[in-house]
C-alpha cells in the first residue's frame, strides 16, 4: 500500500512538472531582417533595443549596419511591423515560427558520448564527460583543467593537451554566451582533431604547443539554454530587482562599461555592477593571469556573423599589432572560403561589427600582453542565426580547423609563435607592405 502511495506520488509530481516545468516555447516568434539606410533609423531601432526589452535583438542597430536582425512574440509582432512601415524601413521575414528551428535541433542526451558524431548538440553533462574520458583515453597527453566555478556551483571545466616540456601555449574559449550552440560544438571538434586527425599539419600544430580548452565556459547559462529557454545569454547569477543575469562579455576589466554595454539588468548586454563581478570571468581571468605569459595565441568562439575579430571595441584605430593581426586573420579567413565557399570579414571589433567593450580577448590582449588575439563569429549571417541548423556543425567545424591552422602558419611567417620570439615582426610586416606597394 506505501509503495502505491509513493508511485502516485511520484506520478502526480511528474504531472506537475509537465504543467508548470514546462521549457519555454517560442511558438510563432517571428525573426526579422531589418535594412536600416538612415540614421533616423538607426536611432529609432536603438531607441527600441534600449527601451522595449520584449524585442530580442540578435544583432545591434548600429551606424552602416547591413541589417539587423529582430526576435519578436506575437504580442509585439504588429507592433514592430507598424514602427517599420510607418518610418519607411525595408524589412524582411528571416523565419515565421522559430521554434520550428529549435525543434529541429538535435540534442544529444546527458548520457551520449560525442565520439566523432558532429551532427548533434551536446548538453553540458555530454561535453564534460567527454573531457573526462578523453583525459583517459590519451593519458599523459591529456590532463582535465579547470578554470573556476560558476555561480551555481558548476566547474568551468576543460582540457589541457601537451607533449612535453617547455611549450608556448593557445587558449581557446567557447560558450561564454550560452545560446550560441555552435560554439562548444566547434571547439569540441578542434579539440578532437589535436587527438586523433591523421592530417600531418594538424598532427605537428598539436605537438608543437600546449593547448588549453575550455569548450564551455558560461555552463549556468548553458544548462539554462537547454533545459528552459533556449534564447538565453548571460550568467545566471540574481542581480537587482527580479533580474537574473550579466553579461559575461561585458564584464572583464578592459574599458568597463565604455561602449556597447547596459546598465540595466534586465538587458540582454548589462554588464554586471563592476568589472569582474561574476564569479565566472573573475575565476577565468585568474586561471589565464597564471598562465599568459606562455600564451601565443588566445582564441574565443562565439556566433554569428562570419566575422574574424581582433582587439580592441574601443576605438577604430590600429593600436598594438593591429596590422600584423589582421594581414593574418584574412590569410586565415581566405583559406577558411577554400573548403566550403564561406565568406568571412576581418576587422577589429569597432571597425568590424560595433563599438563594444569589456570582453575577454580585448583583456587578454591589454592586461597578459598575449600577441596575438582573435574572436570568431561562427555561421550564420542571419538565415538561422542562434539556431544553426546541426548539419551545419560539420562544415562549420571543419573550415575553422582549415583557418587556425593557417592562422599559425601565417603567424610563424611573421616571426610570431616561433619559439615565443615575437621580435621583428612588426617591421617585417612593414617591410612587406611596402613592397606590396611598390609592386
Known amino acids: ?38 540614421e533616423i533609423q538607426i536611432s529609432l531601432l536603438q531607441k527600441l533595443q534600449e527601451n522595449d526589452l520584449n524585442l530580442d535583438f540578435w544583432t545591434d542597430p548600429v551606424p552602416n ?4 536582425m529582430v526576435l519578436s512574440s506575437p504580442k509585439n509582432k504588429e507592433s514592430l511591423e507598424n ?19 529549435i525543434d529541429k535541433e538535435l540534442v544529444a542526451s546527458s548520457t551520449r558520448m560525442i565520439d566523432g ?15 573526462d574520458t578523453l583525459a583517459t583515453r590519451y593519458s599523459g ?25 617547455n611549450k608556448k601555449a593557445i587558449f581557446i574559449e567557447g560558450g561564454i554566451h550560452s545560446r550560441e550552440w555552435i560554439s562548444p560544438a566547434t571547439v569540441n571538434y578542434i579539440t578532437n582533431e589535436l587527438l586523433s586527425s591523421k592530417d600531418d599539419k594538424i598532427q605537428a600544430v598539436a605537438r608543437d604547443f600546449d593547448w588549453y580548452i575550455f569548450p564551455v565556459t558560461n555552463p549556468d547559462g548553458y544548462v539554462w539554454s537547454h533545459e528552459e529557454f533556449r534564447m538565453w545569454r548571460k550568467n545566471r547569477r540574481p542581480t537587482i530587482g527580479n533580474s537574473i543575469g550579466v553579461d559575461l562579455n561585458r564584464n572583464w576589466n578592459n574599458n568597463w562599461l565604455a561602449q556597447g554595454s547596459s546598465t ?5 548586454s548589462y554588464a554586471g555592477p563592476g568589472p569582474f563581478s561574476e564569479p ?19 582564441l574565443s568562439f562565439h556566433s554569428f556573423g562570419q566575422l574574424l575579430l581582433i582587439p580592441f571595441g574601443n576605438t577604430t584605430e590600429p593600436i598594438a599589432n593591429y596590422h600584423d593581426a589582421l594581414h593574418i586573420g584574412k590569410k586565415a579567413m581566405k583559406t577558411l572560403s577554400v573548403r566550403f565557399g564561406t565568406q568571412y570579414v576581418t576587422g577589429n571589433i569597432a571597425e568590424a561589427i560595433y563599438l563594444a567593450t569589456g570582453g575577454s580577448i580585448d583583456w587578454v590582449k591589454e592586461r597578459e600582453q598575449v600577441p596575438l588575439v582573435y574572436c570568431y563569429e561562427l555561421r550564420d549571417r542571419g538565415t538561422h542565426g542562434f539556431v544553426l541548423p546541426p548539419e551545419q556543425i560539420l562544415p562549420t567545424s571543419q573550415e575553422t580547423m582549415d583557418s587556425i ?5 601565417e603567424a610563424r611567417e611573421l616571426g610570431y609563435m616561433n619559439s615565443g620570439s615575437t621580435v621583428g615582426a612588426s617591421i617585417l610586416m612593414m617591410i612587406l607592405l611596402l613592397i606590396t606597394n611598390l609592386l
Open 117 to 131: 558524431r558532429w551532427n548533434t548538440y551536446y548538453k553540458l553533462d555530454a561535453i564534460y564527460g567527454w573531457l
Open 83 to 101: 514602427i517599420m512601415n510607418k518610418n519607411a524601413m525595408a524589412f524582411e521575414v528571416a523565419q515565421s515560427n522559430i521554434q520550428e528551428s
Open 65 to 68: 549596419a547591413k541589417y539587423v
Open 280 to 298: 565566472e570571468t573573475r575565476s577565468l581571468s585568474t586561471f589565464i593571469s597564471s598562465i599568459g605569459d606562455k600564451i601565443d595565441l588566445y
Open 264 to 268: 540595466n539588468p534586465a538587458s540582454d
Open 1 to 38: 500500500m506505501e509503495m502505491k502511495i509513493i508511485s502516485l506520488f511520484l506520478y502526480l509530481m511528474g504531472i506537475l512538472c509537465l504543467v508548470y516545468c514546462e521549457k519555454f516555447r517560442f511558438d510563432n516568434y517571428t525573426l526579422y531582417k531589418i535594412y536600416p539606410k538612415t
Open 405 to 409: 591552422l593557417e592562422l599559425i602558419h
Open 141 to 165: 597527453v591529456v590532463t582535465v583543467i579547470y578554470g573556476g566555478t560558476s555561480y551555481e556551483g558548476r566547474p568551468i571545466k576543460g582540457v589541457k593537451i601537451s607533449h612535453g616540456p
